[in-house]
C-alpha cells in the first residue's frame, strides 16, 4: 500500500516536470521571432556597457547620438536574448562600432545552424534562461569593480573563530568552556552583523557567477560554439577551482529567497558562532580578483551566444532585411530602406555619392524620420550585420548627430547655446581623418532667420569637406540656393484636400516648390483675418525676395 502510494507521489512528480518541460520548450519556439514581452531595466542594462572599456573600439555611439536616434526603442525591438548576461551584451555591442570580417563570417556562420536547427536553439535557449534572474545583471561588477579588502584588524575574525572552535571541542570535556564559547559568541554575532552590509553586495552575483560558469561549460562542448573562444576551457577551470568556496553563498540565496525559517535559524547560529561569513566572502573575493579576465572571458562567451540567437529572432520575425555591403567606396546606396521603428514604414531609395543631402518639406512630412532611418540602419548594419532595407551599401562610418536638442537649464543654458556646443563638436569631428555620417534636424533654429541662415550656410559648407556625407533637413528654403553646389537637393511633400492633410512620406528629387504652412491653418479653422493677414504678408516676401535675387542679392525670410 505504501508503495503504491509511494509509487504515485513519484509518477505525479515526474508528470508535473514533463509537462513543465514541454510547455517551456513550446514557449522557446513560438517566442522565436517575436518581440520580447518584459520590461526593460536600462540601468542595469547599460552596467556593463558603461564599465567596458572600449577605446579599442572603432566608434563609441554617443549618449547624444543614442538619444536623437531613439536608441533604447531600438534595443527594445532588436533584443530577443533570453539571460540578463545576453542582454548587457547586446547593448554594449549596439553602443560600440567594429569591424571584424573573421568574427562576422563566424557569427552568420552560427546564427545560420541556430536558425535551421531549432532543437540546438531551444536547448541552448533553455540553458540561458538559468540566467534571467535580475541578480545575474550584478555578475559583471565583479571583473569591472573594485572589490572589498578585508579590514587591518581581520587577523582577529579568524583568532575568535578558532577560539569558538576550540571552546566547543573542549566544552566537551569540561563544561566551563560552554561558558567561554558562549562569550565568544557573543562577540562574533556583533561581527557577523557587522559583516552583512558586506555580504549583500556579493550574495547575487556570485550565485549567479556559478550558473554562469556552468551555462558556459554545457554551451563549451559545441563544436561550433568553441570556435568563439577555443581557450575557454581554461577559465571555465580556474572559476571552477573556487568553486566549493563560492557554493556557500548559493546556499544563502536560496535559504533567503524561500524563507525556510528553521532551516536559516540554525544555519545562521552555526555561521555566528566560527564567523564562517567573513572569512569565505574576503577569501572567495580574494581569488575572483585575480580572475577577472577569466570572469569576462565566460561572460562574452554567453553573452555572445546569446546574442547570436536574438539577431537570429530578430531576422526571422522581418518582412524584409539584408546584409550591409561595406567598401570603400565613398558612396551610401541604399534600395527600399525603412525605418526600424515604425510600422508598416513606407520605404525610400537614396544613393549619397558626390554631394551630401539637403532635405526640405513640412512638419510630419518624413525628414527627419528618414535621416534617422539612415542612421539606424548604417549603425545595425556595422554591429549586427542586418539592415532594415531590400539593399544597402556604404563604407566603414562614424555617426554623430544634432537632431534632439533642449535646454540645459540645471547649468543655466539656453537652447541656442546647446546648438551652439553640439555643432562645434560635429565641426571637431569632422577632421578626424575617418570617414563621418552627419545627421542634423534644422540647425540653429534657437537664433533669429537671418543670422541662423548665415551660420547654417558655412557650417554645412565646412562639414561636406574631408570627404564627409551629411544628411540635413531645413525649413529655411534660401539654403538650397546658397548650398546648391555641395549638396543634392530632396524633399518631402503632403496633399492638402479641402479639410484633410495627406503625407505619402515619399522622398522626391528637388527642392521643396510649393508651401502649404498657411493652407493647413486655414483647414484648422484660424480666423479668417489672421489667414488673409498671412497670406498676404508671404506674397510680399516671395516679391522682395525675387526682386532681391534679381539684382544679385540674398534675401531672408
Known amino acids: 500500500m505504501i508503495k503504491d502510494i509511494l509509487f504515485q507521489i513519484k509518477y505525479t512528480f515526474s508528470q508535473i516536470k514533463f509537462n513543465r518541460k514541454k510547455e517551456l ?16 531595466d536600462f540601468d ?3 552596467k556593463y556597457f558603461r564599465k567596458k572599456d572600449n577605446s579599442k573600439a572603432y566608434q563609441i555611439l554617443s549618449d547624444k547620438t543614442c538619444n536623437d536616434l531613439d536608441f533604447d526603442d531600438l534595443f527594445m525591438l532588436l533584443d530577443r536574448t533570453h539571460s540578463k548576461v545576453g542582454r548587457q551584451y547586446l547593448y554594449n555591442h ?24 531549432p532543437k540546438l536553439r531551444i536547448s541552448v535557449q533553455k540553458k540561458l534562461e538559468k540566467l534571467k534572474h535580475k541578480d545575474a545583471f550584478y555578475i559583471s561588477t565583479l571583473f569591472q569593480e573594485e572589490h572589498l579588502n578585508p579590514p587591518k584588524w581581520f587577523i582577529v575574525i579568524k583568532l575568535l573563530s578558532f577560539a569558538s572552535l576550540v571552546s566547543l571541542i573542549l566544552g566537551f570535556f569540561n563544561p566551563i568552556f560552554f561558558i567561554v564559547l558562549l562569550g565568544v559568541f557573543c562577540v562574533n554575532f556583533v561581527l557577523h552583523y557587522w559583516n552583512k552590509n558586506n555580504l549583500i553586495q556579493y550574495v547575487g552575483s556570485i550565485p549567479q557567477l556559478l550558473k ?39 546556499v544563502e540565496a536560496k535559504l533567503q529567497g524561500e524563507f525556510e525559517i528553521i532551516a536559516w535559524f540554525l ?11 567573513p572569512l ?71 544613393e549619397i555619392a558626390e554631394k551630401s543631402i539637403l532635405l526640405t518639406g513640412s512638419n510630419m512630412s518624413g525628414k527627419t524620420s528618414f535621416i534617422r532611418a539612415i ?69 540653429f533654429k534657437g537664433t533669429n532667420t537671418v543670422e541662423r541662415i548665415s551660420a547654417g ?17 531645413t525649413h529655411d528654403i534660401e539654403l538650397t540656393d546658397m548650398l546648391s553646389d555641395e549638396y543634392e537637393l530632396y524633399h518631402f511633400s503632403e496633399t492638402v484636400n479641402e479639410k484633410t492633410v495627406g503625407f505619402d512620406y515619399k522622398l522626391k528629387e528637388g527642392r521643396l516648390k510649393k508651401r502649404n504652412a498657411i493652407r493647413i491653418l486655414e483647414i484648422n479653422d484660424y480666423p479668417k483675418e489672421v489667414v488673409k493677414e498671412a497670406i498676404g504678408i508671404a506674397k510680399e516676401l516671395d516679391q522682395t525676395y525675387l526682386r532681391k535675387n534679381t539684382t544679385g542679392n540674398t534675401a531672408y525670410r
Not at 520548450?25 to 526593460?40: A, I, P, T, V
Not at 544555519?267 to 561569513?277: G, R, V
Not at 550656410?457 to 533637413?473: G, H, M
Open 94 to 117: 549596439l553602443r560600440t562600432i567594429k569591424l571584424n570580417e573573421k568574427q562576422t563570417k563566424l557569427n552568420e556562420e552560427i546564427i545560420t545552424e541556430l536558425s535551421k536547427n
Open 457 to 473: 550656410k558655412s557650417v554645412l559648407s565646412a562639414l561636406t569637406k574631408n570627404k564627409n556625407k551629411i544628411l540635413v533637413s
Open 44 to 46: 542595469s542594462i547599460e
Open 375 to 443: 542612421g539606424l540602419n548604417v549603425i545595425t548594419g556595422l554591429t549586427i550585420n542586418t539592415c532594415f532595407a531590400k539593399s544597402i551599401t556604404f563604407p566603414l562610418l562614424k555617426v554623430f548627430s544634432a537632431i534632439r536638442i533642449s535646454d540645459d537649464l540645471m547649468n543655466d543654458k539656453s537652447y541656442y547655446f546647446e546648438e551652439v556646443l553640439t555643432i562645434k563638436e560635429i565641426l571637431k569631428e569632422s577632421k578626424n581623418g575617418n570617414k563621418n555620417l552627419f545627421l542634423l534636424d534644422e540647425i
Open 212 to 250: 554562469l560558469n556552468n551555462v558556459a561549460s554545457h554551451l563549451f562542448t559545441n563544436p561550433l560554439f568553441k570556435k568563439l573562444n577555443p581557450d575557454l576551457l581554461k577559465s571555465i577551470k580556474l572559476i571552477n577551482e573556487v568553486k566549493n568556496r563560492m557554493s556557500f553563498f548559493s
Open 267 to 277: 544555519f545562521e547560529i552555526f555561521k555566528t558562532m566560527f564567523l564562517l561569513e
Open 25 to 40: 520548450n513550446q514557449r522557446l519556439k513560438e517566442s522565436f521571432g517575436k518581440l520580447k514581452d518584459d520590461s526593460f
Open 280 to 350: 569565505l566572502l574576503f577569501g572567495v573575493l580574494k581569488r575572483v580578483n585575480t580572475k577577472r579576465s577569466d570572469i569576462e572571458s565566460v561572460f562574452k562567451f554567453v553573452g555572445h551566444i546569446d546574442m547570436l540567437i536574438s539577431i537570429a529572432s530578430l531576422r526571422k520575425g522581418l518582412k524584409t532585411f539584408c546584409f550591409p555591403i561595406i567598401n570603400d567606396k565613398d558612396k551610401i546606396i541604399a534600395q527600399d530602406i525603412s525605418h526600424p521603428l515604425i510600422f508598416n514604414c513606407t520605404t525610400n531609395n537614396i
